[in-house]
């Protein structure tokens, strides 16, 4: 220990009975600057605090909801219970800089109310507090503070509340040794930043969500792109707290693939490209994550039985040998090449046959593929109608994104790989036949859906919610904790003190609304591609920093 250090703890011991009167906030803020005290391990039950354990029953009052109770448990059952944001009755220094930063949620895009900032503040302010009060303080600073913590690193929403698929591995955080710290600190918001994202993407938004509250004081109409924000903030939380190198992020409104640096910063990408998504009529890209694993060259395309029956199908009932013009090969199950002819269209009408695409400059998958298998069958893909990536909205595809500049993927995903340079590449991609060449490691893949994104300059592009998820994640934001503190658990009264709030002003846009029930509904199947015949063409909008009238969608001749 340092001869400063030294000097802090003998100050520490001088100033203890003073601290009896005036609460041991005193201690905790002269410990809080002892870097001995820096993320130390907590001190668990063990030998004799085991004993305790189970003789020390919870106090009644105590009564922690089931998502924070197992942490509760670890922090308070070695120590009997005794209390960490006060003493004899008189809230500490740190436990009055926490509510102070709970008050301040906003700033991080969360909402106070979820974290029952009113009643803290109430008993925080009445001075001395009855054994019942202080136990309630205790009890639901605690609870606050770790849902905090959490809803920090994780999400305030559970992503699979949002995403039922989405699923990242299991959070690694010891949210009790973090409590802890917190009841020490009289800088909490230092802790709190650390367990933010640390993505500059994240901070940018975070920053710009200052400015447009300020300036929602006296403009209420950003109040929605305020909820915009948040919502993009919320999203970013989900992510790992750190990206493996390299990691692929497709941003689905934003039509945008790019590989981040560890912290994501803008203009720092390994490489970023456009591209084209999911149509919204149906044919969305899932919000998943998984690995690229192995990318193929002149790939061939097994055709899904639903793009066969809604598009090739009656092509071939038409003109068979319509679809011979674009290399495509009806099969049958024994993998036998068929005649194109009716009796071969009658067999796949049947479902005795299948469709297959040979590779070449009309395959709708373009030269390469990049796979990491899902249960969507959705991957990234080049493609032969180039020029969709200078539409301003490029929602088209079956579902997987298609690449405006593969080849250069294809590059920078094989430049450690012995034999690949780019003449062998490019020799691959205009082949006849299949080339399949297995990563060296897996790379994660995350196909993500924010409508904000932050700028360098401090402004926001606001993008068109083009499958309608924000409203939704809006809602699931409104909900409150099941349970917030064990006063309204008790009374089973509402636990926030003021009025119920009203959901989120986000308008659905009409390019996401449900289509009518007559219409067919394209779900994510198994190798869909990324284009389809031309249909009738639909407004589309640039993404912008702020909502104006949207532009008509040119129509284009697709792919099959």
Not at 144 to 172: E, I, K
Not at 377 to 404: K, T
């Amino acid at each position: 220990m340092s001869v400063q250090s030294k000097g802090v703890m003998v100050v520490v011991a001088h100033v203890t009975a003073l601290a009896v009167t005036l609460g041991c906030g005193l201690v905790t803020s002269l410990q809080a600057q002892t870097p001995a005290l820096k993320r130390r391990e907590p001190v668990m039950a063990t030998g004799t605090a085991t004993a305790q354990r189970a003789v020390v029953p919870m106090p009644e009052g105590w009564n922690p909801p089931a998502d924070v109770a197992a942490d509760l448990e670890r922090v308070y059952m070695p120590r009997n219970w005794a209390p960490l944001w006060s003493h004899h009755g008189v809230v500490t220094l740190s436990g009055r800089a926490m509510v102070d930063a709970l008050a301040d949620l906003e700033s991080r895009g969360l909402d106070p109310r979820d974290y029952d900032v009113d009643r803290l503040s109430a008993l925080r302010d009445s001075g001395r507090l009855s054994e019942s009060a202080r136990i309630e303080f205790e009890s639901a600073l605690s609870t606050a503070s770790m849902r905090v913590l959490r809803a920090l690193r994780t999400g305030r929403v559970a992503v699979s509340d949002a995403h039922p698929r989405l699923r990242f591995a299991s959070d690694s955080a010891d949210y009790a040794l973090e409590l802890q710290l917190l009841t020490q600190s009289m800088r909490p918001g230092d802790l709190l930043d650390e367990h933010e994202p640390p993505f500059q993407q994240y901070r940018l938004l975070k920053a710009a969500l200052a400015d447009y509250r300020e300036r929602a004081r006296t403009d209420r109409a950003l109040v929605p792109l305020i909820t915009r924000i948040t919502l993009a903030m919320e999203r970013w939380r989900w992510l790992p707290t750190r990206f493996a190198s390299p990691t692929i992020i497709v941003n689905i409104p934003e039509y945008r693939m790019y590989m981040p640096t560890g912290e994501g910063r803008r203009g720092e990408e390994l490489i970023s490209m456009g591209v084209v998504v999911g149509d919204a009529r149906g044919s969305h890209t899932p919000v998943f994550t998984d690995s690229l694993r192995y990318i193929v060259f002149a790939p061939n395309w097994n055709v899904p039985a639903s793009i066969v029956k809604s598009e090739l199908l009656p092509i071939g009932k038409r003109d068979p040998y319509l679809l011979s013009l674009n290399n495509y090969q009806i099969v049958d199950g024994r993998g036998k090449v068929l005649p194109m002819n009716a009796e071969s269209v009658k067999a796949l009408e049947a479902n005795k046959a299948w469709i297959r695409q040979l590779p070449g400059g009309t395959n709708s998958l373009g030269r390469v593929k990049f796979m990491f298998p899902n249960e969507f069958d959705v991957y990234m893909h080049d493609s032969p109608v180039q020029n969709a990536f200078a539409l301003d909205r490029r929602d088209m595809s079956h579902g997987c994104i298609r690449l405006s500049q593969p080849d250069a993927l294809a590059r920078l995903l094989l430049r450690n790989m012995a034999g690949w340079d780019s003449t062998r590449i490019e020799t691959a991609m205009n082949g006849t036949d299949e080339v399949r060449v297995d990563l060296a490691a897996p790379i994660p893949v995350h196909m993500m859906y924010a409508t904000a994104v932050g700028n360098e300059d401090g402004t926001v592009t606001f993008l068109d919610d083009i499958y309608g998820q924000d409203p939704a994640l809006a809602t699931l934001l409104v909900r409150g904790y099941e349970e917030m503190g064990v006063a309204a658990a008790r009374s089973g009264a509402a636990l926030r003190t003021g009025p119920a709030r009203p959901r989120p002003a986000v308008r659905k846009p009409a390019s996401a609304r449900r289509p009518p029930a007559t219409a067919p509904r394209r779900t994510a199947g198994p190798q869909r591609n990324a284009a389809r015949p031309t249909g009738a063409a639909r407004p589309a909008s640039k993404p912008r920093a702020v909502r104006s009238a949207s532009k008509p969608r040119p129509t284009l001749q697709r792919e099959h």
